[in-house]
């Protein structure tokens, strides 16, 4: 009886439990730079930017959103002083949008919700508004960019198939 050698098995063995090492550490190294990459907010700072549309805001309302995010970085507040006019993108149509809940000349705002900020630099809330039977959702969502300096937020109004849309407005830190 002839004995088989197992030493090509063996090498063989090696060499591809090297290369699931490898592969391994490669995938975890694109990884961790990926999440190394994404963009982070500057904690504690106030980013603005001013609604495209907006020429000149009538008396109470302005054209510029505020937001600050929190100290310890996980969470974005909307700030302004002033509701803030922008435009709804529909289908089939549009029509203009006030953002806030400040008291204003016109009318309630559409309540811009507390943005949860995620790790991969990513942003997103949600707010209910209005009368029981006549009730609608502001969702906002975004992502920061490059250093963290710059973000893009967009607002859907009672998101689905018939839902209204603004942004993506670019917002700066200070």
Same mark, same amino acid.
């Given at each position: 009886m002839q004995c088989r050698s197992t030493r090509g098995s063996v090498a063989r063995w090696r060499r591809t439990s090297l290369r699931r090492s490898v592969t391994m550490v490669a995938a975890i190294s694109l990884v961790s %730079?990926? %999440?190394a990459l994404a963009a982070s907010p500057k904690p504690g700072a106030t980013y603005k930017g001013s609604e495209t549309t907006c020429g000149t805001a009538p008396k109470g309302l302005s054209c510029t959103f505020v937001f600050r995010v929190s100290q310890n970085g996980l969470t974005m507040r909307f700030v302004s002083q002033k509701d803030v006019v922008g435009e709804w993108a529909c289908h089939g149509g549009g029509g203009e949008a006030i953002f806030g809940t400040n008291k204003n000349p016109v009318g309630p @705002? %559409?309540?811009v919700p507390l943005l949860r900020i995620h790790a991969n630099g990513t942003f997103? @809330? =949600? =707010?209910?508004y209005g009368p029981s039977g006549h009730r609608g959702t502001v969702v906002a969502t975004g992502e920061f960019t490059g250093s963290g300096k710059v973000a893009r937020v967009s607002f859907t109004l009672d998101p689905g198939s018939h839902s209204c849309v603004n942004g993506p407005l670019k917002l700066t830190a200070n």
């Open positions: %730079a990926t %999440a @705002g %559409a309540p997103r @809330g =949600s =707010s209910r």
